[in-house]
């Protein structure tokens, strides 16, 4: 998974959806992970994130993690454009 994106989510977030739909369209793999169905990956969402569970939390194979971050913002640090 080192690979790909990981996108940590929940599943009423509408940034998370639209970044979802958008990353697919551009078919660009990811991993999601509900951060409400796993205490770790919220854990490690709160420690990026100044202590909220802000999402989507998206972390780039390079280990860079950013907060809801735009189609552009992705495709640029993936070397995609």
Known sequence: ??????????????????????LG???IEFAEIDIEQ???????VMSVNGGNQTVPTVV???GQALTNPSLAQVK??????
């Open 60 to 62: 780039f194979p390079n």
């Open 25 to 27: 369209r551009e078919g």
């Open 38 to 44: 796993d205490p770790d990956s919220a854990d490690f």
């Open 1 to 22: 998974m080192a690979d790909k994106l990981t996108m940590y989510s929940t599943p009423w977030c509408g940034y998370c959806q639209r970044l979802k739909a958008q």
């Open 76 to 81: 640029e640090i993936l070397g995609l454009g």
